[in-house]
């Protein structure tokens, strides 16, 4: 394959164009729900996360939707709206879902968008690239360990790639923009996106460790009851992250910063099992 200059138009013709030929177009009320039988429905109610789920796709397609009205680029505007409205699309399929197997859920109060768009879209998206990382992973348990009806899978399996290309048109986007913005604008960019993975990292950080609020992504697993190790669960991750992303053209960049870090956690926790089984009477 040619070699691909970043910020280049070329560039930007190949991560927006490979968005927007990739959508899958549906409609949320053309889906046929399967019949579940009781102990999967059961299962389903005892998952304490769909609340903070739906929350999240509202506030994250309200985010997305306004930063591409303000996106100067035709191009550019047209992939990130197709976003937003992937977006959407999925806080109104888990509506959909709980409305239709009669799971909990209070009235979602949407926030006032804030003053800098961008700023608020950069926090989004880089929290969306920690998110989707884990709940690949805890896709693939629900999935391997028959916690999802097989005909839940299959229901949701676009959603899980659509969050595949999400991450991967965001970082090819803010590598772009970087680009075309002026050299003395430059520095202020970084540092705004360095400050972005910093929040995002941080408050993974502290869900890891209990504090504040949960993370269904981060612990999903736990309430899946899945008999499987936080490394295993990094290693699945891993494996999972790799196999969604490698469908796409090589040459357009790949999210680093949160596989990066899963790899090197995995390595210390293998590090420390095995110190484990060297220590008597551990």
């Avoid at 930063?67 to 509506?95: C, N, T």
């Avoid at 009669?102 to 880089?126: G, H, K």
Wanted: aromatic content about 10%; some cysteine.
């Amino acid at each position: 394959m040619a070699e691909l200059r970043v910020g280049s138009s070329a560039h930007k013709e190949l991560f927006c164009r490979s968005f927007i030929e990739t959508h899958i177009p549906y409609e949320v009320s053309s889906l046929s729900w399967p019949e579940l039988d009781e102990p999967s429905l059961a299962r389903l109610r005892a998952l304490p996360f769909w609340q903070e789920a739906i929350s999240t796709e509202r506030a994250t397609a309200a985010k997305v939707q306004a930063q591409a009205r303000q996106e100067p680029d035709p191009l550019v505007r047209e992939a990130i709206a197709l976003q937003g409205y992937e977006e959407a699309r999925h806080s109104a399929l888990l509506e959909a879902m709980m409305a239709r197997y009669n799971l909990a859920a209070l009235p979602v109060q949407q926030e006032p968008l804030p003053a800098d768009i961008e700023w608020s879209f950069l926090r989004t998206e880089y929290g969306e690239c920690f998110d989707s990382f884990f709940a690949f992973g805890l896709f693939a348990v629900a999935r391997d360990s028959g916690f999802f009806p097989p005909a839940l899978v299959t229901l949701f399996e676009p959603i899980m790639q659509e969050e595949a290309r999400h991450i991967l048109f965001f970082v090819n986007w803010v590598a772009y923009r970087r680009v075309q913005l002026p050299l003395w604008r430059r520095p202020a960019h970084i540092g705004r996106c360095l400050c972005s993975m910093v929040i995002q990292a941080w408050s993974r950080i502290q869900t890891a460790r209990g504090i504040g609020e949960g993370d269904f992504t981060l612990t999903g697993h736990e309430a899946i009851n899945a008999d499987i190790s936080p490394r295993h669960f990094l290693h699945l991750c891993l494996q999972e992250n790799e196999r969604r992303l490698s469908c796409y053209d090589r040459r357009l960049l790949r999210p680093r910063l949160v596989p990066t870090m899963a790899r090197i956690l995995y390595q210390a926790l293998g590090m420390w099992e095995k110190a484990t089984l060297r220590t008597p009477g551990a």
